[in-house]
């Protein structure tokens, strides 16, 4: 069973304990073309739900990474900064962007499952 909850806006959340990891999802990553550069928020950076998290920048073009819940960042995926091309071979797993402690934990359980999520890409395709 996949663990993943998804965004209209394209992100990814994985729950791993209380803790909240987010990242792009394969659709998004395949729309941006080739990744070059990922802007990571502060550790410690308060957001509210659809706030900008993170930028990702491709050879096609500059996109937002939106907070997909409410909490604190508590930790950056370091790693995307030497190799941001890690965001296109593996968008769901080593490719992740941030984590966070959301506020409010049983707001994830109100996003997008694979399954409507795939429905929703294959509309916006």
Do not use: C
């Amino acid at each position: 069973m996949n663990d993943l909850k998804y965004t209209r806006e394209h992100e990814w959340v994985r729950m791993e304990g209380d803790v909240a990891v987010i990242g792009i999802s394969a659709f998004a990553q395949e729309a941006l073309g080739d990744v070059v550069f990922v802007e990571l928020p502060e550790i410690g950076k308060s957001l509210k739900a659809g706030d900008q998290a993170a930028v990702v920048e491709s050879v096609k073009a500059a996109s937002e990474v939106y907070a997909p819940l409410a909490g604190e960042v508590v930790g950056v995926n370091e790693a995307l900064n030497d190799d941001p091309s890690t965001v296109n071979s593996d968008p769901t797993g080593k490719g992740w962007f941030l984590k966070m402690k959301p506020s409010n934990p049983a707001d994830f359980e109100a996003l997008m499952d694979e399954a409507d999520y795939r429905k929703f890409a294959e509309e916006q395709g």
